[in-house]
């Protein structure tokens, strides 16, 4: 059962690595730029601070150790146990791996850093001002989904990397989301 799952995420990343042209190159590759997003970062601090105020910072360093948790988590817990090859070292695929720039990153792919990141800080902030914000639980779903994409795209991830990522960071994301209000109900008491 576990080699025809991975025989199909090796033909599904075939299948989406393989659509590729120069402006997905481009675009894909900044897009896995995390310092783009930068302003994109500011417009959530900006949305956060208008509802929570001066609780904001409370936010930013929950975020922050959700962010240094989903890291760790899906290197130390993942890539370093399971040691899959990316597809860009994997010797049987590495000739028909399209990358971008001659990045492939570290050795190992699963899970992927960067889908658990982002979902991670996703399903955070949507649990914060998801229902402040009509718009925002579809758009930084979309924003997620398209980073996670670009890292199949440009030849650093298996499909099943991003999946698994994604999973594992929208749980922490959820999680973390009731540990701050636990602890706002908890210091309210106070």
Same mark, same amino acid.
């Given at each position: 059962?576990?080699?025809?799952?991975?025989?199909?995420?090796?033909?599904?990343?075939?299948?989406?690595? =393989?659509?590729?042209?120069?402006?997905?190159?481009?675009?894909?590759?900044?897009?896995?730029?995390?310092?783009?997003?930068?302003?994109?970062? +500011?417009?959530?601090?900006?949305?956060?601070?208008?509802?929570?105020?001066?609780? /904001?910072?409370? %936010?930013?360093?929950?975020?922050? #150790?959700?962010?240094?948790?989903?890291?760790?988590?899906?290197?130390?817990?993942?890539?370093?146990?399971?040691?899959?090859?990316? $597809?860009?070292?994997?010797?049987?695929?590495?000739?028909?791996?399209?990358?971008?720039?001659?990045?492939? =990153?570290?050795?190992?792919?699963?899970?992927?850093?960067?889908?658990?990141? /982002?979902?991670?800080?996703?399903?955070?902030? #949507?649990?914060?001002?998801?229902?402040?914000?009509?718009?925002? /639980? $579809?758009? #930084?779903? %979309?924003?997620?989904?398209? #980073?996670?994409?670009?890292? %199949?795209?440009?030849?650093?991830?298996?499909?099943?990397?991003?999946?698994?990522?994604?999973?594992?960071?929208?749980? +922490?994301?959820?999680?973390?989301?009731?540990?701050?209000?636990?602890?706002?109900?908890?210091?309210?008491?106070?």
């Amino acid at each position: 059962m576990i080699d025809k799952i991975l025989q199909w995420d090796e033909e599904l990343f075939l299948l989406i690595n =393989g659509f590729h042209n120069s402006f997905g190159d481009f675009v894909m590759f900044w897009m896995s730029n995390k310092f783009v997003w930068i302003p994109l970062y +500011l417009f959530f601090i900006f949305l956060v601070y208008r509802k929570y105020k001066i609780k /904001t910072i409370i %936010i930013l360093i929950f975020a922050a #150790i959700l962010i240094a948790f989903s890291d760790q988590i899906s290197v130390h817990l993942f890539k370093n146990i399971f040691q899959r090859l990316r $597809p860009c070292h994997d010797p049987g695929l590495a000739d028909m791996v399209h990358i971008v720039r001659e990045k492939c =990153g570290g050795q190992y792919g699963f899970v992927s850093s960067h889908a658990a990141n /982002t979902f991670a800080i996703s399903f955070f902030l #949507i649990k914060l001002i998801g229902r402040k914000y009509k718009f925002f /639980t $579809p758009l #930084i779903i %979309i924003w997620a989904i398209l #980073i996670s994409y670009s890292r %199949i795209y440009l030849g650093v991830h298996f499909p099943c990397d991003v999946i698994i990522g994604a999973f594992l960071g929208a749980f +922490l994301g959820w999680f973390f989301s009731r540990l701050f209000f636990r602890f706002l109900f908890i210091f309210s008491k106070s």
